[in-house]
């Protein structure tokens, strides 16, 4: 079976700096996909970004940026010249094999200071 | 574009009666579907998934069903409510191909009483 682990505490980062959320997975899948989502406290889930097991570069969608180290099996999620509208809940999610289904860790709470 | 809607966005129900939730997509055709629950500052738990129209798989034994009568709608259902079911409820899509993201309802404020 997969699991996701998000251990981090709520995280702290100051407007226009950046911030590292941290994310381990482990399954025992050669193949296998890792997404974020971002929840505002509004609640709707919002995709951000994916890497595959397989892709040999780090995936990057504007601002977000993936540290994919597959020795490690952790997934960080970069996010540069943090916002105040970062401010939000961060969950790690994998699905393995062909299987479309998602294992969501507990996510992580970051809140950016002006 | 494909968009998803889900409604109410909030409910609140007293303890013993049923409920409806609903969930539409449009802009897609045979999408997989997704029910979610998420707990008050947890991260989600799948309760069920379908790949299609009357194929519905249960990920957690519960008192909650859920049925897909229509390619593009999935309801989730109970008889008689518990305390136990309050929480977030989200509904998701995706195209059943494991390296495309799901996308994600704006869920479902459910307060049992």
């Known amino acids: 079976a997969q699991k996701i682990t998000q251990t981090q505490p709520g995280m702290f980062v100051q407007e226009k700096e950046a911030v590292t959320l941290d994310c381990t997975y482990d399954t025992s899948d050669q193949s296998y996909g890792l997404f974020w989502y971002k929840q505002p406290s509004s609640g709707e889930m919002i995709f951000l970004i994916y890497q595959g097991s397989y892709d040999e570069q780090n995936a990057t969608e504007g601002r977000y940026s993936l540290n994919f180290q597959k020795a490690r099996k952790s997934a960080n999620l970069v996010i540069s010249a943090s916002q105040l509208g970062d401010s939000a809940m961060y969950f790690c999610?994998?699905?393995?094999?062909?299987?479309?289904?998602?294992?969501f860790g507990k996510g992580i709470t970051l809140s950016v200071r002006p | 574009s494909q968009t998803i809607h889900q409604w109410p966005a909030t409910l609140v129900q007293p303890v013993g009666s049923p409920l409806s939730l609903e969930c539409t997509v449009e802009g897609t055709s045979n999408p997989n579907l997704y029910w979610y629950r998420q707990a008050a500052g947890r991260g989600l738990q799948l309760l069920f998934y379908s790949v299609g129209i009357g194929q519905i798989s249960s990920e957690v034994p519960q008192n909650l069903s859920a049925s897909r009568p229509q390619d593009r709608q999935f309801i989730l259902s109970s008889k008689k409510l518990l305390l136990s079911d309050s929480g977030f409820y989200l509904c998701?899509?995706?195209?059943?191909?494991?390296?495309?993201?799901?996308?994600f309802g704006d869920g479902t404020r459910l307060s049992i009483l």
């Open positions: 998701a899509w995706s195209v059943g191909v494991s390296n495309q993201p799901q996308h």
């Open positions: 999610a994998m699905t393995t094999g062909a299987n479309s289904k998602l294992t």
